[in-house]
């Protein structure tokens, strides 16, 4: 299965608090399908033809009750006519939250588990339970998922050399390659395949919105390809709290930032992204003349909890 990419736009942004010096435009991966919206479609599709190839009739994965994985998992195995299950966290709700409902509107079986046995998931024999599955990790973090979103960056190239993008006035966007790709963090999937994919001249930041994840380094390097590698680096001061901690000065931004932008941004990944990234550019971090990538990487579908 292949999804249009043409609905993917690269948009310039100049909200009020970026320089003159910098410029930033935002791919915006949230507009490429009203359900398999963002970076999960990159991170499934290996995963999902792998699994046809492979004649399994089941696909399974993992997710929380407000997982964008398992919005875009239902969805895209909905469009494939491929039987799916979420294997869900914690006990089943007496109100399901919109993204299970919408999940098992699409034919996604739930099967809630208990957050301790949850924990355990990834040392759970799930190919004895259900023989037939195509067992696909939680967030889609496997090295197909990374070789998915090695797609990610071309498309940003691609569309440098159409009139999607606006330059700023007098600047030939052609002469002005990226010099940084900045992108939210989970499970670093999509910052891998990034890696793999950018040039050893750009600089590749990932904005980590868990707390305390140091780990990330060593499971991002594990998805590498052999180098070289542009030069990368992780923030771990935008976490804003923690996973899905939404605080008010959060919130107050990702106001102002869709008034000055019209770009929307979720609460959980791409706000902590562009208020990162403010505040770096605030700090100083990006030199003058820096021309940056962000990616929008969709998740708007989890704005309606
Ligand atoms: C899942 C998700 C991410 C994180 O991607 P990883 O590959 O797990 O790092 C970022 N942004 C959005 C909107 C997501 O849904």
């Known amino acids: 299965m292949q999804l249009n990419y043409d609905n993917i736009t690269l948009q310039s942004i100049t909200p009020s608090w970026l320089p003159a010096t910098i410029t930033a435009a935002i791919l915006r991966l949230d507009l490429l399908h009203p359900e398999v919206s963002g970076n999960k479609w990159f991170k499934l599709k290996h ?8 004649g399994r009739s089941r696909l399974l994965t993992f997710g929380g009750a407000y997982s964008n994985h398992i919005a875009a998992t239902a969805a895209a195995c909905q469009l494939l006519h491929l039987p799916s299950t979420g294997i869900i966290r914690g006990e089943r709700p007496p109100v399901l939250s919109h993204t299970l409902e919408h999940a098992a509107a699409q034919g996604m079986e739930l099967v809630f588990i208990t957050r301790e046995a949850y924990r355990h998931k990834t040392t759970t024999d799930w190919a004895s339970l259900y023989p037939d599955a195509y067992i696909v990790p939680e967030g889609g973090n496997n090295a197909l998922g990374a070789k998915g979103c090695e797609e990610i960056l071309p498309l940003a190239n691609a569309a440098l050399q159409t009139d999607n993008i606006q330059p700023p006035s007098g600047v030939d966007k052609r002469a002005i390659p990226f010099s940084h790709i900045a992108c939210a963090v989970g499970t670093g ?9 950018a040039t050893p001249q750009q600089t590749v930041i990932g904005y980590v919105v868990l707390k305390g994840a140091a780990y990330l380094t060593g499971e991002i390097n594990s998805l590498l390809r052999p180098g070289p590698h542009p030069h990368w680096e992780l923030r771990h001061e935008h976490h804003g709290g923690g996973y899905a901690k939404v605080t008010p000065a ?12 019209r770009v929307p941004l979720d609460m959980v990944y791409t706000g902590k992204l562009l208020m990162g990234f403010r505040e ?25 909890i």
């Open 47 to 54: 995963n999902l033809s792998t699994a046809m190839q492979q």
């Open 189 to 197: 999937t999509t910052l891998a395949g990034i890696i793999n994919s």
């Open 250 to 261: 959060l919130r107050s931004f990702m106001e102002e930032c869709y008034a000055e932008t």
């Open 280 to 304: 770096d550019v605030q700090h100083g971090r990006y030199p003058a003349g820096s021309n940056v990538l962000l990616i929008h990487t969709g998740g708007l579908q989890g704005n309606t």
